[in-house]
């Protein structure tokens, strides 16, 4: 009998949590601070019952638009890195005040994929992490867009996300993002895709399921979260997809009231 949500999160200790982009923007495209406020609530609950927590946060483009709407439409690849870099500033901002509403302190950390492919970065990334949780801190990582390009890119942060659980040797990765899980179909435009709760085999998953693009606020789409399920299954780590902006999302798929699709480990 497959594991059930609740049942995977109740014995997960070291979780890793990534939050799209779709997720913390409202639909105007500014950013959803009551969401950040009540998220950062829900983890700290978790917190007190003995889980550790890593965030990874995309946003940093949202926060740009929120602060300098007139660079909303430039497409120009300087003008998006400098927005990021203004909005960077902008989204820890708004972390620190949700998250010290919970007297919890946050730490930043921006990485490129060269990070992951050096040793030596590596060790220090797995180093930090460990520090930070261990006293308390609630890391919260992003890729540093203003300075990544294709070349250093790892260009999404469910990719990111996955990356960063395997170096800190996680028991569990949860996406959320704007979607309950997977379906076999595409749920915005077939009435009858149905969700699939339990992925044991992903070339199986692979056969049976039509992908489509990625939605509008995000880089990533059902294909990368399904690339950051296989990274993080190799290792033993499994991975829950689930719908990030529905009330009280973390506390409600812990009590088994939400649904999503959950990758069993290999």
């Known amino acids: 009998m ?3 949500i609740s049942q995977a999160l109740s014995n997960a200790r070291k979780i890793v949590i990534k939050i799209g ?20 609530r829900q ?16 946003g940093a483009q949202v926060s740009g638009v929120s602060t300098l709407k007139e660079w909303a439409r430039k497409k120009d690849v300087h003008f998006r890195q400098a927005l990021c870099a203004i909005g960077q500033v902008e989204l820890m ?15 930043q950390l921006l990485f490129t994929k060269e990070d992951f492919e050096n040793d030596h970065r590596s060790l220090n990334i797995r180093n930090t992490l460990f520090t930070l949780v261990d006293e308390g801190v609630v890391p919260i990582i ?21 990356l960063t659980a395997i170096l800190w040797s996680a028991d569990l990765l949860i996406l959320f993002s704007d979607i309950d899980g997977i ?30 693009e990625a939605n509008s ?20 780590i499994q991975m829950l997809l689930a719908n990030g902006g529905k009330e009280n999302a973390l506390d409600n798929l812990f009590s088994g009231i939400n649904k999503g699709t959950l990758f069993s480990a290999e």
């Open 93 to 107: 901002t708004q972390w620190r005040k949700a998250f010290g509403q919970q007297d919890l302190h946050i730490g």
């Open 2 to 4: 497959s594991e059930t």
């Open 21 to 40: 982009s779709n997720t913390l923007a409202k639909p105007d495209g500014t950013q959803n601070t009551e969401f950040m406020a009540n998220f950062a």
């Open 183 to 212: 379906y076999t179909d595409n749920p915005k435009t077939n009435p009858d895709a149905k969700l699939i709760e339990n992925v044991s085999s992903i070339p199986e998953l692979r056969k049976t399921i039509t992908i489509g």
């Open 43 to 58: 983890c700290s609950d978790l917190i007190k019952q003995g889980k550790q927590l890593v965030v990874v946060s995309s």
């Open 142 to 162: 992003n890729e540093n867009d203003s300075v990544s390009t294709d070349e250093f890119a790892i260009g999404d942060n469910d990719n990111l996300s996955a």
């Open 217 to 236: 606020f995000g880089t990533g789409g059902i294909e990368t979260k399904i690339q950051a399920a296989e990274k993080v299954t190799e290792y033993g």
